[in-house]
């Protein structure tokens, strides 16, 4: 995941922009990725995964990338809306499909 | 609507106590897992287990244990609880076998306080 600080990157975008949030991941032999969202008070929700065979994938105003060469993952979020507003995670895994490794977080605070 | 469920949501505990946090999941899964959740350091791996009564060590599990007597629930043991166990703790059920949409479900998170 992405490298610890003691501060959680925060990404301040206006309503309506687009998004983008990144992630390093650390194992070059991670194959599949989630990424969640966290609102506040509440545990972290799936929103999109990739397998390691692809290097793109759609859901509904979510996108994530993936380049396995340099490591890192994307989630593109369009349009973005104040109920977007949360920290994200980046989680991977290698084969042993049971454990995943999460990422520090990205706080992303949508503007009205 | 299937969930995780976490017994509470805010606990506030003294040291040297004993503390259980419970987890009860109503999907079948077959694993289940704790996490702490502090500012900066994402989510680090306490225990996990992937069957009744198995159990196995993540990355950082001193001065917890853990019990999974039936398949649905997994409780979270701090055996004296101290300052620096104060966090929010996350846990989370997943399928045996990876499939379509495969994560982890997590519950709400306990806040956990110790004074």
């Known amino acids: 995941g992405e490298s610890v600080g003691l501060h959680l990157p925060t990404l301040s975008v206006q309503e309506g922009d687009n998004s983008i949030i990144n992630c390093a991941y650390s194992n070059s032999a991670s194959d599949y990725f989630i990424w969640y969202k966290q609102e506040s008070g509440k545990g972290p929700q799936f929103i999109i995964d990739i397998r390691s065979n692809m290097d793109k994938r759609q859901g509904q105003r979510v996108t994530v990338l993936l380049n396995k060469t340099v490591k890192h993952l994307s989630l593109q979020i369009a349009a973005t809306q104040p109920g977007d507003s949360a920290v994200y995670f980046c989680a991977e895994t290698t084969n042993n499909f049971n454990k995943f490794y999460f990422g520090s977080g990205t706080k992303l605070n949508v503007k009205p | 609507d299937v969930k995780v469920t976490q017994s509470s949501r805010y606990l506030v505990k003294r040291t040297g106590e004993k503390v259980f946090l419970e987890c009860v999941q109503d999907m079948d899964h077959e694993n289940m897992f704790w996490y702490r959740q502090d500012p900066g350091l994402g989510l680090r791996l306490i225990y996990f287990?992937?069957?009744?009564?198995?159990?196995e060590k993540g990355d950082i599990p001193e001065g917890y244990s853990v019990s999974r007597e039936k398949k649905e629930r997994f409780s979270l043991i701090l055996e004296s609880a101290s300052t620096n166990q104060t966090s929010m703790y996350l846990c989370?059920?997943?399928?045996?076998?990876?499939?379509?949409?495969?994560?982890?479900?997590f519950g709400s998170g306990t806040r956990l306080t110790v004074v």
């Open positions: 989370a059920s997943s399928l045996e076998e990876a499939g379509p949409n495969y994560g982890y479900t």
């Open positions: 287990s992937y069957d009744v009564k198995m159990k």
